[in-house]
């Protein structure tokens, strides 16, 4: 009686990043739903603040960390080496944080997720893709409801023998990708047991280069992926 009285309702108990339906009744009767997602559990993730050093909080993570981006603006001076799985996301999807110049080189082992950004490659000089393989095995890559603008060339690029074992991209908004010399997903000697892509809004975009570049060189090295 209190909360009808108040026109509002208190709900405990709910988990981070999970998506709920709420549904309003009288009686059995419904009178209105609706359907969220509650934000990420900020007592599980690194909180990284605009006044950080993005590069160095990635550096010492821990494998298995999720690094929270509070809103602002992250600018990178060099290329993110990742070489373990970590997560990094925005803290808040209605206020998602810009980093610029962002690059990330991924060494073997690696895993990584990228959720709720906006990535500002500023077609940075020498840039490479958003994100560039080096030899060797990999976990998963997961890209979901972020905006990625203004790269040279691509979002992946495996030029070594890699193996991934799946690549993600949903939800996202791509914005003047260049390719320059560079598909827009390029695989030339790597290759995915899975690849999903799906309900992404792409524009501007490798406009003289191919959308999606699976050559035979991954394949070749890794048979037993078909």
């Known amino acids: 009686p209190q909360e009808i009285a108040a026109g509002e309702a208190t709900v405990t108990g709910l988990v981070g990043e999970t998506t709920y339906t709420a549904t309003l009744l009288k009686g059995n009767k419904i009178r209105g739903s609706a359907t969220f997602t509650t934000l990420i559990d900020l007592g599980d993730a690194v909180v990284v603040q605009p006044t ?3 590069v160095a909080v990635i550096g010492t993570a821990k494998a298995g960390d ?9 600018s990178l001076t060099a290329d993110v080496l990742i070489d373990k799985a970590i997560a990094i996301k925005g803290a808040k999807p209605a206020d998602r944080p810009l980093v610029k110049s962002a690059y990330f080189n991924l060494d073997k082992g690696a895993s990584l ?6 990535l500002d ?18 976990g998963s890559i997961r890209l979901e409801d ?5 790269y040279p060339k691509g ?3 495996g030029s070594f023998d890699a193996s991934v074992e799946s690549v993600s991209m949903s939800n996202n908004i791509f914005d003047n990708i260049v390719g320059n010399g560079n598909e827009f997903i390029d695989f030339r000697k790597a290759i995915a ?9 792409v ?8 959308f999606i570049r699976m050559d035979a060189g991954g394949s070749t090295a890794y048979p037993a992926i078909t």
């Open 52 to 54: 950080d050093d993005l």
């Open 66 to 74: 999720v690094l929270a981006l509070m809103p602002g603006t992250y």
């Open 193 to 201: 047991r899975i690849f999903e892509f799906t309900n992404n809004t």
């Open 203 to 210: 524009s501007n975009a490798v406009l003289n280069r191919e």
């Open 155 to 157: 979002i992946i690029y």
């Open 113 to 118: 997720s990228l959720k709720d950004l906006i």
């Open 121 to 138: 490659g500023e077609n940075k000089s020498g840039g490479n893709c958003v994100i560039t393989l080096q030899a060797g095995a990999f």
């Open 146 to 150: 972020s905006k990625l603008m203004n």
